[in-house]
């Protein structure tokens, strides 16, 4: 349900809430209690039927129903208000004064000025993007006062969208400012001025009043605080384009409106600020920008607490107002360092109350998507893969036609990025997200709402271990994180039954014994995601394979895999920190998708008496690493049909050349597979490989290391139709000379990567590499010069170098130098740390 204006909205959500999770936790401990009954040899056991469990639930559902229809019928009934005035959230930024704020703008301003005072002459819409209080609304602001665009424009209109808006009220405004009224006195005036005319008009008359108003004159619009692509489509045709250099200005937290506006322009999107201008904010804000200079005692941990801001304006302000009224000395200050996250949490309306807003305007598929990230530790690198394994698990992702779940996951993420609600850590060369985290006042707004909500539970520290355990035997909370060590006494002492997420990222204070082992975990009876890490248990924990809902373990033993995992029938994803051999039992996990273990010494295949059918495949696993060689066989990957991407590694003993290529070749049958990663330890056997064998033509990414191939055997891989991606690591290839000839193309080949080679001489042109974009040469000291027609390559956009050969590095400089001399200014060249020097 959207959250509403009127009435105790709240509220109602929580009860639906609370009473959905009370319907979900009665089916799921039936199912459980069947589940344990079926695999009980007493099988006249005596059942309480499901309805007789969920009879006491109707009548709270009932009650549930009958609060919602009331509800539904207040809000019909109330009158319309100006949301202009009390629900913008650049209003409530401005009470900070963040207007006055010019530090780290300067270029921003500049580059926003050059867009409304250039061409083209056709109307343009720039849209400034950024999470709350960064500064959109200020730099519009500091735009829109500009002499010189005071001067250009012939109409300037400011209005403010917010959440919730009434058009009537938008298009009032629009005319107001068209006669150059002030808002105080909008009301009266514009009725004295206008008469009954604008009484009477509906608002499709008002939108062609405005729309002549506008006609060949020049103007300047800022929609300020734009939340939904709906506003631009209701108001676009009110704006003319005259191809005399009017121009629109959009404030926003979602790129996606941006887009929707003008897909051809791109937005201007903020940034967080530096260390330096973080600390210059602060420090003018607290001093002065002219009078008072900070003591030098304070000046160190000064740029310690601007840098626990993590560059956001508005949480500096905050800060700034909280230091200006203690006093100036070392000890306060470094207890503002310790608290800034309780100083800004304590002003809810002024940071977290404008964080809050873009939370409240999340569709409701993706309130559980963010909210579930605050299990993560504070400063956490996520990875985006762990992330969405994690919403698969928990059932937060919609099934979508012709769509993998992990493909939904991935364009929710990228939805809460353009929302600027994630950060983005690190993307792959084609935009494709690596690792991801929030900013802390965001990760703070996360904990507070998850809690509020009753949807996540976090310990922090030592001292509220305590706490974590008397919360977990509460109802309706159904997910923990602890970020701290917990003892094995804690642990025994909960008594939850209900929680369906446990993360430890700290794992336990002391080594369990074999004979103790993890009784408190057979306490989760539906736990669907269990991560201990950072502790390694001594034997396989048995409790484990008792909680067979689980669809997400991550965990680590000294022993192997036992048998026993098999009987997590739900298992989805299991990551195991250890080498291990696999049991044969493994291919009973029908349902499991991505199978990750440290090392895979063994891995046997069922015989024929073991299973029969396609009940010995393993159909929905798309993940399997870290494999042995010696366990690659046409028989395994068989049963193995949809894998999309497979480890290797390899022992001295395994890696004959011979060997691989049977291993290559055994791949073939595995129609689906994307990725493609082989390790081997030592250097191979000098046994001659076969001139030719086959890999899936549905590779898109090979990473070979230490594979010792011969540069002759690289025609093999060039054949290779979707292939995107080569990397090739610690002499994947060896030999001292790779030539291509012209018949040797690599069609679809984006990025290559050679690192730490012998190879001496390359010889290569534009021919053979296409559609290259990113060349990158690594510790590739023998190398003596990069192919000169590299530089011809039409799609080529950088090359990079790290611990090259001087003439190497020279041969770049002069490629990049010939290109600039025909006018080719798109080709970035970045050389590292010092060339390696000539012998």
Not at 196 to 209: F, G, H, R
């Amino acid at each position: 349900m959207r959250r509403q204006v009127f009435g105790n909205s709240e509220e109602l959500e929580r009860v639906i809430r609370i009473a959905v999770n009370d319907v979900e936790n009665v089916i799921e401990l039936k199912m459980h209690e069947y589940n344990l009954l079926k695999h009980c040899s007493r099988v006249g056991l005596p059942r309480q039927p499901l309805c007789d469990d969920l009879l006491p639930l109707v009548e709270k559902i009932d009650f549930v129903k009958r609060k919602m229809m009331r509800f539904v019928t207040l809000n019909e009934d109330l009158p319309s208000r100006d949301y202009l005035l009390g629900h913008s959230s650049s209003r409530r930024v401005a009470s900070l004064n963040l207007e006055n704020v010019v530090v780290g703008l300067e270029d921003d301003l500049l580059k926003v000025m050059r867009r409304l005072t250039g061409p083209p002459s056709s109307r343009e819409i720039v849209s400034i993007l950024g999470m709350g209080g960064i500064g959109k609304t200020t730099l519009a602001k500091k735009v829109y006062h500009h002499p010189e665009v005071r001067n250009r424009f012939d109409v300037h209109i400011w209005i403010t969208i917010s959440q919730e808006y009434q058009t009537r009220d938008l298009l009032l405004g629009i005319l107001a400012c068209i006669f150059q009224l002030k808002n105080e006195v909008q009301n009266e005036t514009y009725r004295l001025a206008v008469g009954d005319e604008i009484k009477e008009s509906s608002d499709d008359q008002l939108m062609d009043m405005i729309h002549k108003k506008l006609k060949y004159r020049r103007y300047l619009v800022i929609m300020d605080d734009i939340w939904s692509k709906g506003i631009w489509d209701l108001m676009t045709r009110i704006f003319p384009d005259d191809n005399n250099g009017s121009r629109i200005i959009l404030t926003s937290r979602h790129k996606e409106v941006a887009e929707h506006a003008d897909p051809d322009s791109n937005p201007h999107e903020m940034s967080l600020l530096n260390s330096d201008n973080s600390w210059k904010l602060l420090h003018d804000k607290v001093f002065g920008s002219q009078h008072d200079v900070c003591p030098c005692e304070l000046e160190k941990i000064g740029k310690q607490v601007a840098q626990k801001c993590q560059g956001l304006p508005l949480a500096l302000l905050v800060v700034a107002g909280h230091l200006s009224k203690i006093s100036r000395t070392r000890e306060c200050w470094d207890d503002v360092a310790k608290t800034i996250s309780k100083i800004v949490s304590s002003e809810p309306d002024k940071c977290l109350g404008v964080l809050a807003m873009s939370y409240s305007y999340l569709p409701h598929h993706l309130k559980a998507c963010f909210l579930s990230i605050g299990v993560f530790p504070e400063d956490f690198v996520i990875a985006t893969e762990r992330l969405i394994q994690l919403w698969v698990a928990e059932g937060f992702l919609r099934h979508e036609r012709l769509k993998s779940m992990e493909q939904v996951g991935k364009e929710c993420l990228e939805d809460l990025i353009s929302r600027n609600l994630i950060l983005v850590r690190k993307r792959r060369f084609n935009g494709e997200l690596i690792t991801c985290g929030v900013h802390d006042l965001v990760r703070d707004l996360i904990l507070r709402q998850g809690e509020k909500e009753k949807f996540l539970k976090v310990t922090r520290t030592h001292d509220v271990i305590t706490r974590f355990i008397d919360t977990a035997s509460k109802p309706h909370v159904h997910r923990y994180s602890s970020h701290s060590r917990i003892s094995q006494g804690d642990c025994w002492n909960s008594t939850s039954s209900l929680t369906r997420t446990l993360y430890l990222f700290n794992g336990l204070k002391h080594a369990l014994r074999p004979s103790k082992q993890i009784p408190f975990l057979a306490r989760f009876k539906l736990l669907r995601v269990l991560a201990i890490l950072h502790y390694t248990f001594q034997d396989f924990p048995l409790e484990i394979t008792k909680l067979v809902h689980l669809r997400y373990l991550e965990f680590n033993c000294h022993d192997d895999l036992q048998c026993s995992v098999s009987e997590l029938y739900n298992l989805q994803n299991l990551i195991f920190r250890r080498h291990s051999d696999l049991p044969v039992e493994i291919w009973k996990m029908k349902l499991l998708r991505h199978l990750e273990v440290k090392k895979i010494s063994s891995f046997p295949v069922p015989s024929s008496t073991y299973t029969t059918g396609s009940s010995s495949k393993l159909q929905n696993l798309e993940v399997l690493s870290d494999l042995s060689i010696s366990c690659c066989s046409n028989e395994m990957f068989t049963r193995t049909p949809n894998l999309k991407r497979l480890k290797l590694h390899g022992a001295w003993e395994e890696c004959r050349r011979d060997t691989i290529s049977q291993t290559l070749n055994s791949l073939y049958c595995l129609t689906e597979l994307e990725i493609l990663k082989i390790k081997c330890s030592r250097k191979l056997y000098p046994h001659p490989l076969p001139s030719k064998y086959v890999l899936p033509n549905s590779l898109m990414r090979l990473t070979l290391r230490c594979t010792y191939l011969p540069w002759e055997d690289m025609a093999n891989i060039v054949t290779l139709p979707n292939l995107q991606v080569l990397k090739i690591k610690d002499n994947g290839f060896d030999g001292d000379a790779w030539r291509l000839s012209d018949e040797e193309i690599f069609n679809q080949l984006k990025f290559l990567l050679i690192d730490r080679t012998n190879l001496k001489r390359w010889k290569a042109g534009s021919v053979n590499f296409p559609k290259l974009q990113h060349l990158v040469l690594k510790r590739c000291i023998y190398l003596e010069e990069i192919p000169k027609d590299i530089g011809e390559i039409y799609t080529l956009e950088s090359i990079e170098l790290l611990n090259c050969r001087t003439s190497a590095a020279k041969s770049v400089k002069e490629i990049q130098e010939e290109q600039e001399s025909m006018g080719n200014d798109c080709l970035s060249v970045r050389i590292h740390d010092k060339p390696w020097w000539d012998h």
